[in-house]
T-cell receptor, first 114, second 110 residues
């Protein structure tokens, strides 16, 4: 059974803290993605990666960075958390080589910044 | 013009009704057309995908694509309370990240 695992379901952090969101997939997928999901705004792409040590900016990268040191792990970093980064964060992975029609999502991390 | 438009709802229907969910898009380069389903407090999961114009059926679900009108639909027959979820359309061009609609929240009332 395919799996994308996000390290936390719920997280509360203070303004200004550095926050790490971890995502691990067990499907040997090349592609990994970070989205945030907000009511009325849908899913917005933050960063994505097509290979180890590669990263590409998505639609809303400001205030975020990512790290992909191993194929199975893709980390999202909030350098200095702000209240407008309170959101649901979703990690996804997909296979390269074939069209990535099926992206597998994790359960999401609901982050609250106070 | 937005790349993808999807009515957010909410849509509330009685059990057994036929549900029609729709998206319009503006990018003629989109090649694949998908529907994802997202239950509350879960990540989205792929429901169906199609490549060409026409219909694709899977059980109670039918996906329809009209490339000439840039319009896609998902029909749910004999809707069940377990179909209550948010449905997201998604589009793909080449090896680029999926482009999602904002999602339509559906409630099927028993």
């Amino acid at each position: 059974d395919v799996k994308v695992t996000q390290s936390s379901r719920y997280l509360v952090k203070r303004t200004g803290e550095k926050v790490f969101l971890e995502c691990v997939q067990d499907m040997d997928h090349e592609n990994m993605f970070w989205y945030r999901q907000d009511p009325g705004l849908g899913l917005r792409l933050i960063y994505f990666s097509y290979d180890v040590k590669m990263k590409e900016k998505g639609d809303i990268p400001e205030g975020y960075s990512v790290s992909r040191e191993k194929k199975e792990r893709f980390s999202l970093i909030l350098e200095s958390a702000s209240t407008n980064q309170t959101s649901m964060y979703l990690c996804a992975s997909s296979q390269q080589g074939r069209l990535n029609t099926e992206a597998f999502f994790g359960q999401g991390t609901r982050l609250t910044v106070v | 013009q937005k790349e993808v438009e999807q009515d957010p709802g909410p849509l509330s229907v009685p059990e057994g009704a036929i549900v029609s969910l729709n998206c319009t898009y503006s990018n003629s380069a989109f090649q694949y057309f998908m529907w994802y389903r997202q239950y509350s407090r879960k990540g989205p999961e792929l429901l169906m995908y199609t490549y060409s114009s026409g219909n694709k059926e899977d059980g109670r679900f039918t996906a329809q694509v009209d490339k000439s009108s840039k319009y896609i639909s998902l029909f749910i027959r004999d809707s069940q309370p377990s179909d209550s979820a948010t449905y997201l359309c998604a589009f793909l061009k080449g090896n680029t990240p999926l482009v999602f609609g904002k999602g339509t929240r559906l409630s099927v009332i028993a």
